[in-house]
């Protein structure tokens, strides 16, 4: 059958699916497949709230150093770290693994490779003030390691 004894559809009907097709083309351009990744990045997650309620510093937790419970020069460091990790490692991982939105992907693996190196600062301060960092520090900052990784893993697999 040639092009001239087709029946010849509205241009509307092709106008429509065209649209169509090239909305489903950019709402995919802007998600990312996260497959087995996402089971990774959920447990990584879990273990890095494990991490925030277990003691980091002077028998205070990573949420008490969090809301300013544990103060001095040398908790602005793991402050920080707990701030950065509770954003980074815990919402935007969240708001991404519900999404799957490309660019939440990559806001959690910069700001968790961030967060990852506040976290190795956290650990050093403690250690150089002559106190030793708690295991709920150490988990966290393994957490949060972890969870950057998966996350530029994710990112950099867009095509």
């Known amino acids: 059958m040639t092009d001239s004894e087709r029946p010849s559809e509205p241009a509307g009907e092709?106008?429509?699916?065209?649209?169509?097709?090239?909305?489903?083309?950019?709402?995919?351009s802007r998600t990312v497949e996260l497959g087995g990744r996402a089971l990774v990045i959920a447990v990584a997650v879990f273990v890095l709230l494990v991490g925030l309620v277990l003691p980091w510093m002077n028998g205070s937790?990573?949420?008490?150093?969090?809301?300013g419970h544990e103060t001095g020069k040398a908790s602005m460091v793991p402050r920080l770290f707990s701030l950065t990790s509770a954003l980074f490692g815990v919402v935007t991982s969240a708001l991404a693994l519900i999404t799957r939105r490309w660019v939440l992907a990559w806001a959690g693996a910069a700001g968790g490779w961030f967060a990852s190196v506040d976290g190795l600062l956290a650990i050093w301060s403690r250690q150089s003030s002559g106190n030793t960092p708690g295991?709920?520090?150490i988990i966290a900052v393994v957490a949060m390691v972890a969870i950057s990784i998966q996350w530029f893993r994710t990112a950099a697999s867009r095509t």
Do not use: T
């Open 135 to 137: 295991i709920g520090l």
């Open 14 to 28: 092709d106008d429509q699916l065209r649209a169509e097709i090239n909305e489903v083309g950019r709402r995919a």
């Open 61 to 67: 937790s990573g949420l008490e150093v969090l809301i």
